[in-house]
């Protein structure tokens, strides 16, 4: 454990940027961005590797397109989480908890330290979201739920004349859920402009494609279909993501969503594409491995 705590402690970004909040004075850049990525991946393998447990996967999958809604797009308020004006971030894959930990410590929501409490009893980040963690909007872990609890935020939201936004992001593999479907159908019935949906698009889902599962394309087609602007971008490229946002928040009078094109264990050459590790944590060797591939990218961004 010693050597992990260290691993944690260690793991620091340097963005120019003074806040965390999207409302810094000085935007963060692509760099920064990609700098914050590189930290949030390595702490979640470190935090999963500690607990021998947990979704590295599709937490690393969503790692650049969190990254860049929470640094650039989301208005919070770490040392005020329950801020009204805040926006609204629901993780609906909620086994993907470890990449929203990492966030949430990153944004100053708890200590990066607590990221070692992760699935032990009594801690405040389980294995599944759960709304006792500070910045954790839902209680997830049912597959399917999240878009229609989103909806119920934005059309709160609208009700109440607040400016906030909500953002629901779902697995391509929990796309197969009716529900999810029943919530895109009321969304566009009722206008909802104030929801941005992100999908990550990692071809996985448990042990094996999506494809395999149940085939899914063509997917932004079927969103179209049920009434939504569908925008599809590289999950991995800051910018390509940012640009989606972008076109997203610019939609009125219909929903919007992101379909974010990942790559399942992104980051870590032997999690990639492989399903193995969509529930299964590294190992010790495993572990320092990944960190010299990680530090071994950010080197060639920074060149
Ligand atoms: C209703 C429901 N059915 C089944 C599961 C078990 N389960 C956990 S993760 C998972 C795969 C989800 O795939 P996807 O949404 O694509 O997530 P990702 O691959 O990004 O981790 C399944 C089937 C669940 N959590 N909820």
Known sequence: MSELKDLIARSRWSATHASANGTAKVPPTVADLAD???VVRKNILVMTTAVNSGHPGGSLSATDALVTLYFKYLRYRP?????????????????????VYAVLAEAGFFPREELLTFRRIDSRIQGHTHIKTPGVEFSGGSLGQGLSFGLGIALAA??????????VMLGDGECDEGQVWEAAM???????????????????????????????????????AFGWEAIECDGHDIASLAAAYDTALA???KPAIVIAKTVKGKGVS????NMAFHGKAATMDELRQAFDEIDAAMRRVAV
Do not use: C
């Open 36 to 38: 914050i990525a590189s």
């Open 251 to 253: 939609v009125k009078g």
């Open 186 to 224: 009321s969304a566009a019935h009722y206008r909802v402009d104030n929801i941005t949906a992100i999908v990550d698009r990692n071809n996985g889902q448990n042990d094996r494609h999506t494809n395999e599962a149940m085939g899914l394309e063509p997917f932004a087609d079927k969103w179209r």
């Open 158 to 167: 609208r009700l109440d004349g607040a400016a906030h936004r909500t953002w």
């Open 270 to 273: 032997f999690m990639e594409n």
């Open 79 to 99: 040392s005020e989480p329950a801020w009204p004006s805040r926006d609204r971030f629901v993780m609906s894959k909620a086994h993907a908890s470890p990449v």
